[in-house]
């Protein structure tokens, strides 16, 4: 079974949903990267997204552009990180998804990268800007290769392409909770239960819900509706405002320990 789906049924076990972390691989550099993830696996989360940086991340807000600028800057590559996520898979079992863009992929090869990405222990793949018809051969590879191809639903998606997105999403389905580019929102939306339940009509597979949510109330409410939150942005500011590598290390690990005490606080 992969790691996703174990997370989200150890979740459940638990009776609270599952925390997802987001982070830019790379960012501040890829010796913190590697020191972070067991930490935040430690600190409470239940699955990491580590996002493979790009030049134009067209789904990201400010902070997150900035966070692959600086990624960039550092040297962080897709062979790099899939060596990182090697030596991290030594470290610790907490699901790990790669998310980037599709020039990402197809710079790097679509088959080529799910291989060596399942061969160093990646558990899931997020294509942001690519639905699942663009890209065949990326999608039966990781299927031969029992690499999940999360896929992404939005407030603008018609119900048959909500149907189409949930028979096709392996490991969860991620459920955008607004229309726009990542970033910390002051309030989610009002319709946000709406939102999740008309997914959850037409699937089995676990939806978890990102996009905004910036701290653990607002983690809090997504838990008590969905059977994931998901937080990025807000964890990458944190790191970024911490400065050297110890402070952001100590600045992530106390963010997260504070969202999943929101996860677990939660009524279900």
Do not use: W
Request: proline share 5%; hydrophobic share 45%; with cysteine.
């Amino acid at each position: 079974m992969n790691r996703i789906d174990r997370a989200f049924e150890r979740a459940r076990a638990e009776g609270r949903a599952a925390l997802i972390v987001f982070v830019t691989a790379g960012d501040p550099d890829l010796d913190t990267t590697e020191r972070l993830v067991p930490l935040l696996a430690e600190s409470g989360a239940d699955v990491v997204e580590l996002g493979l940086p790009h030049s134009d991340p067209i789904g990201e807000g400010p902070t997150i552009q900035a966070a692959s600028v600086r990624a960039l800057a550092s040297g962080a590559t897709v062979p790099r990180i899939l060596e990182l996520v090697g030596r991290v898979r030594k470290q610790t079992d907490v699901p790990i998804v790669l998310m980037g863009y599709l020039n990402n992929v197809l710079a790097y090869g679509e088959e080529k990268l799910v291989q060596d990405a399942a061969a160093v222990g990646a558990d899931g793949l997020i294509v942001n800007d690519s639905p699942y018809e663009e890209a065949p051969a990326l999608q039966a590879a990781c299927e031969a290769k029992g690499v999940h191809r999360v896929l992404l639903v939005t407030p603008t998606s018609t119900p048959e392409r909500v149907l189409q997105v949930a028979r096709r999403a392996r490991g969860f389905v991620y459920c955008v909770a607004q229309v726009g580019v990542t970033g910390e929102r002051a309030e989610l939306p009002a319709d946000l239960e709406a939102l999740v339940a008309r997914v959850r009509r037409v699937t089995s597979t676990p939806v978890a819900v990102g996009f905004g949510i910036s701290n653990a109330s607002q983690v809090r409410r997504v838990a008590e509706v969905a059977d994931g939150g998901i937080v990025g942005s807000a964890l990458v500011t944190r790191i970024a405002k911490a400065g050297s590598g110890d402070a952001a290390l100590e600045a992530a690990a106390e963010f997260v320990r504070e969202l999943r005490a929101g996860i677990d606080g939660t009524d279900r």
